[in-house]
């Protein structure tokens, strides 16, 4: 089984930044691509980011664009988003997620991962 852990949430003013990441650990997975989906109050899971095995293929959700950046370390199998000029509407629940696959491609879908992290949240004061 694998399991996949995510760290780096907290509260933050407007403006501010956080970095949040994810390993993943247990039995050999890659190659792989990994996802940070997020929900926010009332609302359904949606994608912010996607990364590709080889780092080559990325995939940013609008919203994010130009604030956030997804990289990957895969020796130490941790990949991390760099949030930027968060906004009161990027507060949720963050979660990582990935799939084993020997195609470097990124995925949307929350239903194309088969393994995730319980979440960190993220909060923006305005």
């Known amino acids: 089984q694998v399991k996949v852990v995510e760290s780096g949430g907290g509260l933050v003013q ?4 956080l970095r949040l990441s994810c390993t993943a650990s247990g039995r050999a997975f890659n190659p792989n691509t990994m996802g940070w989906f997020r929900q926010a109050p009332g609302k359904g899971r949606v ?3 996607s990364i590709a095995w080889s780092g080559s293929r990325i995939y940013y959700a609008e919203s994010v664009k130009g604030r956030f950046t997804i990289s990957r370390d895969n020796i130490k199998n941790t990949i991390h988003l760099q949030m930027n000029g968060l906004e009161p ?3 949720a629940v963050y ?3 990935a799939r084993n696959t020997p195609l470097e491609i990124v995925l949307r879908s929350e239903y194309n991962y088969d393994f995730w992290g319980q979440g960190t949240q993220v909060t923006v004061s305005s």
């Open 14 to 17: 407007a403006g501010g930044s």
């Open 47 to 49: 994608i912010v980011a």
């Open 89 to 91: 509407e990027d507060t």
């Open 95 to 97: 979660y990582c997620a």
